[in-house]
């Protein structure tokens, strides 16, 4: 603040600075306005003015006669001054210099005249006055001014208790203890009262005190003493009754003294009237709050500390001594409490009903300290008792009960009764919220709260209430979620096992949808019991007794154990079952006896245990996975096992469960599918294994009743309640469809998205179990929902597929149930229709309500493939396949016939059965009567259903396979679409699948060829059995073995073979164009050549074994051992291939026995499975006709017509359909390797460019000419023939042992490099020793057979082309073959070597065509040889009716058969001895032979079994092409007998010059597809350098 008096004033005081200063006041003292403002500038400038006096600028004279001049300014100058003095006074009785101290004292003096001496006694320090002269002595007066202070202030004004007279307090008791009962009021004794205090001089205090006293004396009296008490309050101050109670209080305050209930009564009737404040009268009470709090946080510490000692592993030794330790300290403890007045004062407010007052009391307290003491919890509960009265009366009360009905406080103060659920709200649930856990004090009230709750949801569920209320309601049902959260189940936790609470609060909790209940237990199990020390206790408590259960609980004492686990569950089920769980989770033989124990459960229990087990499958910390990453973890395995068997055995409500698997199938984790796969299992008794026998497969083909008795590993009985829950479950919450669709989509996702890091032995693993559950899940849905609700809820298949992205095999099989129910159904209406009884009539019926059912789905499913699938197939037969199920094919009568017998055996059993009682008897024995029934009508409803079945397909059929572009096409549709998909589905649709394909050919289905379609599935093996899962892999054994089944029933017996397959379409061998008729017996495959053709087949699944085994791939070995098991009873059948398939598998079994022993397992398991197999095998000439001396070869000729050799039909055709083929039709197979049958006009006209197949063009003249040596040397050559063929023959008898590890031979082995190399050496002398053996044995056969010389020529042709490329190449191959570590080595074309010599590479051009036919490469499944075959057929049975030129007649055929009889013997004889020659060399050079001869068989059999064809067709050649042959085979004779090979090559070339070069073209064309197959069948890499030698070769 700036100075108001200039320093220039000061100087020239006397000049002017006087009247300055002067002047300044009176300006300052005149303006008003500013009021404070003017005293405060007027202070400053006297302060001033005093402070240059002090600092000594201006003498105090000056400074006194100035401010005499101001004085007279303002009233209050005086009191200013006095107060700038005050100030000075403590100033400079700080300051150290004394001259200042003295210019204020003489300062102070000069003024005296101007303030008053009283002013100044009572502004300045006692000291200063005492200098100044104004008082005498400092001392004295502080002494005196003390005793003023206290005679104002503290000095009470007492009666004088001598003059107070003792009969007045007399006369006080007496009128208050008079009979108030009359017309006496509180104002007429209050007057009496008045005169008494008056008359005999009595302390008003202390009649107020009596007036307290008495009415602690007569509490009914409150309308008495009240307003007594309030109307003397009039006349005294308001803190005196306060103080007057706060003083009782205070006398029982010592240790040893007691309040007595009274005093709180009064003190709370008075705070309820108000007439005394709670504050006030809190701070008399004791203890303070902060001992309180501190007693609170002790308990809790304390509670822990139990906790501890009871998780404690505590040894016996030291238990005796904690004992006595803890028993001393309970004594300590038993010592009594001090009295705590605010909890009585608290518990009086309770039941007089001044909520209001209690409620501020219970806050200034820990949470639930005031009501963790009984007194006030119970006082609490009767006055939420005396609340809810009225409400419950009217809605709560159970009907038939009486109840006790409760009266209302006679206090009008008290809280408002509630009369609806609104008026809870107010009072009622706040109330029970300060109550928390200590409900429990009073079961009653809790199971009150509970009905008025039930009563409430009733309300709430019923529709109809406007949006206003619905509003209401929904806060009111928040409210009650809160209090069951906090009070009710915290409640039943400290409740002593109270069952019947249990089940009044599951009355309630189950009017709640479980997502809330399951959030209440949650909140209960994982937070409630941390949140007060007594549930802290209580949870140590329980969990030590579970653990003591559960240590002795085994399957002998289950009930004792049971009825502990219900005792104990009533209260905690949460954390017993918590325990519970965890021990299951390490101990899986714990479930059973655990299941059974829990039989003594509350239905609240039973939700809890639900939620439990779901909180522990969810559980974050758990791993799902074992270790090494392959397997689920076990805990996983357990829980769902425990799951399944409980959730059957109680009713326990499934639909958090169901609802849990589903959301984790929607995050894309399909652990969990376990959980559900075990409940549908154990619920509904649908098993889902591989391990079924095909007795059980075959029970489960047929019906409901057959399933259940037989079909199953366990006699499900008792399931119908389980499943009808189960389904509820799904219906009720709409999750029998998601499921579905989940599950289906989840398939691919394990292997797409979850996948991608986990262990692949997993993620098959988790496709099965997926698989597996959606199979057994939709099995579930199939047999219990009714029609209605499954058309409800499955959608049509183009949805399914299109919108929801099923698969389409999981597609049909969720809506096959909807159309066989659809159909019945259907059916059944047009029976009631029409009542005709006729078979005819019911067919018609069935066939139209199945017209009626599919159309629509044949409509839907031209959607779900492109429009050409349906060239080939159309989508009626498409939809029919996917349709129909085993139980429509076929009726299992020898299941039925088994269970029967069973129960006859039964029915014997218990006749027999002398101990059990007569009424037992009879019951059993009904039983089995009515199961014999209904198995009985089962069987004969479904013959009848199959009956109607097979009808309606022959009447399809006709329109089925449409094949617009080949029967090859055709075929490859159908198993890509329908049978590959299928098979794997589950192992029932395996068995339908094959005998589907046995139905169609059975149907005689236009363009079905059953022998491709049976070659393509048991072609190559290898990609599908790849590709498999460890489950699918046993259904798709199951489908070989039963496709094995027909074709061994077939193979096995002529008389079933020409029953079954003779006349068939499915057996054609010549494939027509469509609609070109006349397909006659020579198109038929007979019966030898069928049998070829299956060993063949046997031959390729060896081939692909030995493959898979040999990879060192997990899932090779590992599914091609299941598909083996499988295929068991049919394959092997032929000794060396069985013999090979050992040795392989002798060889897995050691090297795996350490390293992955499930495969070790699984290898030693077939291992021996396959050595009881091995006296069933045959050798191979007795499974088929096989090669034999040449005397047998004539007989073979004449009855089956191929060459006399008994080579295969197949390989005849093919030669001849080559040697035949127009060029126009080598182009055709350039351009299509599916060989298109079409009717070829071209060719028939295209005659006179007639061009043999060895790449020779001419024209005809020129096959005229030479037409006529042709003839000559005909016989001679046929003569020769017969004999190259059996000359390799013997040898391959003679080395039947070496022979039959043909396809392990063929594999790489780590010495073959070596072994190669040596073979080149011997090999070329034993040619030669071949040759002179050959020409000789032509010298003496005379003449042959066309077809013989072709054939045999074939077979010569084919074993010498192969010869030389491979020598070459033995070193590339080798290198290949170790390379293709995965890949086939080489089965084809490196390792088949032959004994007999080849030399010409024209030969070998010819033969890789007719190989290029023989073993044609498939697109889709597996490499064919039909197509291509049979087109030839077709072209060459048409050339052969264009041709003019004459045939061989057949009497000559005759005529030469006879003479070569005779022949034969001879040369066989001596063939004989040369064999043994052979045998001895053989076993010199025996890895050199070990090679070839199998390779050469080897090579045969492939050869022989590429293809089959007719005896009559392998006639009808025409001469024209058999003299060329013949000039051919000169020229070989005479290569043979010099063994030049340069000769030979030369020549080859001179030939390959004269064809024209359209033939080079397609050559070149024909190589390349048989190179394709050969890629097939063989290894990336290898192949590729068989390629570059066969290149090199041509």
């Not at 320093?7 to 000049?15: G, L, Q, R, T, V």
């Not at 050339?1439 to 040369?1467: A, C, F, M």
């Not at 076993?1483 to 050469?1496: A, M």
């Amino acid at each position: 603040m700036a100075a108001l008096l200039p320093a220039e004033w000061i100087k020239n005081w006397e000049k002017g600075g006087k009247n300055e200063f002067v002047q300044l006041c009176r300006t300052l003292s005149e303006n008003k306005s500013h009021d404070t403002m003017g005293f405060r500038d007027i202070q400053q400038a006297l302060y001033e003015l005093a402070y240059h006096v002090v600092r000594g600028n201006l003498k105090h004279d000056q400074a006194s006669n100035v401010l005499g001049d101001v004085i007279e300014f303002r009233e209050d100058m005086p009191s200013i001054l006095a107060d700038v003095f005050c100030i000075l006074d403590i100033e400079t009785s700080c300051l150290e210099e004394k001259s200042k101290r003295d210019h204020f004292t003489q300062l102070v003096l000069a003024c005296l005249y101007l303030v008053s001496d009283t002013v100044l006694k009572e502004r300045l320090d006692p000291e200063t006055l005492e200098s100044l002269g104004l008082i005498k002595q400092s001392q004295q007066f502080n002494q005196k001014s003390v005793k003023i202070k206290t005679k104002l202030f503290y000095k009470q004004q007492k009666f004088n208790l001598l003059r107070e007279e003792n009969e007045g307090y007399a006369k006080l008791i007496a009128e208050l203890g008079q009979d108030l009962s009359g017309n006496i009021t509180s104002d007429l004794i209050l007057e009496n009262i008045k005169s008494l205090i008056g008359c005999f001089n009595l302390d008003p205090n202390r009649v107020l005190d009596i007036i307290l006293e008495v009415y602690e004396c007569r509490p009914e009296y409150d309308d008495f003493f009240v307003p007594l008490i309030e109307s003397y309050m009039y006349m005294c101050e308001p803190q005196t009754l306060c103080h007057i109670l706060g003083f009782k209080f205070k006398f029982y305050q010592d240790p040893s003294g007691e309040t007595p209930s009274s005093l709180y009564r009064v003190a709370a009737v008075l705070l309820q009237h108000n007439l005394i404040d709670l504050e006030d009268l809190y701070v008399h009470l004791l203890p303070g709050d902060n001992a309180i709090i501190e007693e609170h946080k002790r308990e809790i510490v304390e509670a822990k500390q139990i906790v501890r000692k009871l998780t404690m592993v505590v040894l016996s030794s030291e238990k005796t001594e904690e004992k006595e330790k803890e028993k001393e300290k309970e004594e300590e403890k038993t010592e009594k409490p001090p009295d705590n007045q605010k909890l009585g004062l608290l518990e009086a407010l309770l039941k007089i009903g001044d909520w209001q007052h209690a409620q501020s009391i219970m806050d200034q307290m820990p949470p639930f300290y005031a009501t963790s003491h009984k007194s006030i919890a119970i006082a609490l509960c009767q006055l939420v008792h005396v609340t809810i009265e009225p409400l419950y009366r009217r809605v709560g009360v159970p009907k038939g009960a009486k109840g006790s009905p409760i009266s209302s406080l006679p206090n009008k103060r008290a809280p408002k009764q509630a009369d609806s659920f609104e008026d809870l709200r107010k009072e009622v649930f706040n109330m029970l919220c300060y109550l928390g856990p200590h409900l429990s004090h009073d079961p009653i009230l809790f199971a009150k709260v509970v009905r008025l709750g039930k009563a409430f949801m009733k309300e709430f569920q019923s529709d109809g209430s406007k949006q206003e209320d619905k509003e209401k309601m929904e806060i009111l049902f928040s409210c009650l979620l809160s209090i069951t959260d906090q009070v009710l189940l915290p409640s039943l936790s400290l409740m002593d096992c109270n069952a019947c609470m249990s089940e009044e609060l599951w009355g309630m909790f189950k009017t709640f949808p479980y997502q809330y209940r399951y959030r209440l237990y949650g909140q209960w199990k994982n937070e409630t019991y941390n949140s007060h020390p007594l549930l802290v206790k209580v949870k140590a408590q329980t969990i030590d007794r579970a653990k003591y259960i559960m240590k002795r609980l085994t399957k002998e004492n289950v009930k004792p154990s049971g009825r502990q686990i219900g005792k104990l569950s009533h209260s905690n089920p949460t954390i017993l079952f918590d325990y519970i769980l965890s021990q299951i989770q390490k101990y899986d033989n714990l479930i059973t006896p655990v299941v059974d124990s829990l039989k003594y459960l509350t239905s609240l229990n039973y939700d809890v245990l639900a939620y439990c087990i779901i909180e522990a499958l969810a559980n974050p910390e758990k791993e799902r996975m074992k270790h090494d990453d392959t397997t689920i973890s076990s805990w996983l395995q357990s829980l769902a096992s425990f799951c399944g068997a409980v959730f059957r055995k109680y009713p326990i409500e499934l639909a958090g469960l169901l609802q849990y698997v589903a959301n984790q199938l929607k995050a894309g984790k399909s652990f969990d599918l376990l959980i559900l796969k075990e409940v549908v299992q154990k619920m509904a008794g649908i098993e889902i294994t591989e391990e079924m026998t095909m007795e059980q497969l075959e029970a489960m083909t047929g019906g409901e009743q057959l399933k259940a008795e037989g079909g199953y590993f366990g006699q499900i009985r008792n399931t119908k309640k389980s499943s009808q829950r189960l389904k509820d479950a799904l219906l009720d919450h709409d999750l029998a469809l998601p499921l579905c669709l989940l599950m289906a989509q989840q398939r691919n996702g394990v292997i797409f998205q979850e996948g991608g890091e986990k262990h692949l032995k997993l993620v098959g693993k988790l496709y099965d179990q997926c698989h597996d559950t959606l199979v057994q899940f939709g099995g579930f849905l199939a047999s219990n929902l009714s029609t209605e609700d499954y058309i409800k809820r499955v959608p049509s298949i183009d949805v399914l597929c299109n919108e929801f992205h099923t698969p389409h095999d999981a597609a049909f099989f969720l809506s096959r149930p909807m159309y066989a129910h659809h159909i019945s159904s259907k059916y059944d209406e047009l029976k009631k229709a029409e009542k005709g009884n006729k078979q005819q009539h019911k067919v018609h019926k069935y066939i139209t309500s199945c017209e009626l059912v599919m159309a629509p789905v044949h409509d839907a499913v031209i959607s779900l493939h492109l429009p050409k699938v349906w060239d080939d197939i159309s989508p009626q037969f498409y939809a029919t396949f996917w349709s129909l199920t085993m139980y429509d094919l076929a009726v299992p009568h020898s299941s039925y016939d088994r269970e029967v017998n069973k129960l006859k055996v039964q029915m014997k059993a218990i006749d027999d059965n002398q101990e059990m009682p007569p009424n037992k008897k009879k019951k059993e024995k009904e039983r089995c009567t009515a199961l014999q029934d209904k198995l009985l009508e089962e069987e004969k409803k479904q013959l009848e259903h199959v009956q109607r079945v097979l009808q309606r397909l022959k009447l399809e059929k006709d329109n089925w396979l449409l094949a617009k572009s080949t029967k090859n096409e055709t075929i490859t549709k159908f198993l890509q679409l329908c049978i590959f998909p299928r098979c794997i589905f589950s192992a029932i649709d395996a068995v339908y699948c094959a005998h589907f394909v046995e139905l169609v050919h059975q149907q005689k289905t236009p363009n079905f060829s059953t022998l491709l379609c049976y070659d393509r599935v048991f072609s190559d093996i290898i990609y599908t059995v790849a590709s498999c899962t460890e489950n699918e892999a046993s259904r798709y054994g199951r489908f070989l073995c039963c496709m094995l089944e027909t074709v061994t029933r077939w193979h096995s017996d002529r008389v079933i073979y020409e029953k079954e397959c003779g006349n068939y379409p499915g057996f054609l061998t010549i494939l027509r164009a469509t609609g070109f008729d006349g397909g006659n017996k020579a198109d038929q495959l007979d019966y030898e050549n069928f049998r070829h053709v299956v060993h063949k087949w046997h031959y390729k699944l060896t081939k692909a074994s030995v493959h898979c085994l040999e990879t060192g791939e997990y899932t090779h070995i590992r599914n091609i051992l299941i598909v083996l098991t499988k295929i068991l009873p049919w394959y092997p059948k032929v000794l060396n291939l069985g013999q090979a398939l050992e040795r392989r598998v002798h060889k897995i079994c050691q090297e795996e026995k350490e390293k992955r022993p499930d495969l070790y397992a699984l290898a030693m398991g077939y291992s021996g499975q396959l050595k009881s197999r091995k006296p069933f095998m045959i050798p191979e000439n007795e499974f088929h006709h096989k090669d034999p001396p040449a005397r047998n070869a004539v007989a073979a000729t004449v009855q089956n017509g191929p060459g006399g050799a008994g080579m295969p039909t197949s390989l005849t055709i093919n030669t001849v359909r080559l040697e035949e083929g127009t060029t126009e039709e080598t182009d055709k197979l350039k351009e299509k390797s599916q060989g298109v049958v079409k009717v070829i006009n071209k060719a028939v006209n295209a005659t006179p460019k007639v061009t043999t197949s060895n790449g020779n063009s001419a024209s005809n003249s020129k096959i005229t000419k030479e037409k006529d040596d042709k003839e000559k040397s005909g016989k001679e050559k046929d003569k020769e023939k017969k004999d190259k063929t059996p000359a390799a023959t013997p040898e391959m008898k003679a080395l039947g042992k070496d022979g039959k590890d043909k396809p392990k031979e063929e594999r790489a082995n780590k010495d073959d490099k070596a072994r190669e190399i040596k073979e080149k050496t011997p090999k070329s002398d034993k040619e030669k020793e071949k040759v002179k053996k050959e020409e000789k044995a032509s010298k003496e056969e005379k003449s042959k057979t066309v077809v013989t010389i072709i054939e045999s020529k074939s077979t010569a042709e084919k074993e010498r082309e192969k010869e030389p490329s491979r020598e070459r190449d033995v070193a590339k191959e080798m290198k290949s073959k170790e390379n293709a570590k995965g890949g086939e080595k080489v089965p084809v074309a490196g390792s088949l070597k032959s004994p007999v010599p080849r030399s010409e590479t024209s030969e070998s051009e010819r033969e890789q065509k007719r190989r290029k036919v023989d073993t044609h490469s498939s697109p889709s499944h597996s490499s064919t040889v039909k197509d291509n075959l049979n087109e030839l057929k077709e072209s060459s049975a048409k050339h052969y009716i264009n041709h003019t030129t004459p045939t061989l007649s057949k009497s000559k055929e005759r005529e030469v058969d006879k003479k070569d009889l005779d022949k034969s013997r001879e040369r066989s004889r001596e063939r004989e001895k040369k064999d043994e020659k052979d045998r001895k060399d053989r076993k010199r050079d025996h890895s050199n032979s070990d090679r070839e001869v199998p390779q050469d068989s080897t090579k045969r059999r492939k050869e022989e079994n590429g293809t089959t064809g007719s005896s009559k067709h392998s006639k009808s050649e025409s001469p024209s092409d058999s003299p060329r042959l013949n000039e051919k085979e000169k020229e070989k004779n005479k290569s043979k007998s010099s063994g030049k090979e340069k000769g030979d090559s030369i020549k080859a070339e001179k030939m390959e010059k004269s064809s024209s070069g359209s033939k080079k073209e397609s050559r070149h064309d024909k190589e390349k597809p048989e190179k394709k197959e050969k890629r097939d069948s063989t290894g990336g890499k290898e192949e590729k350098k068989h390629h570059k030698s066969s290149d090199k070769h041509r």
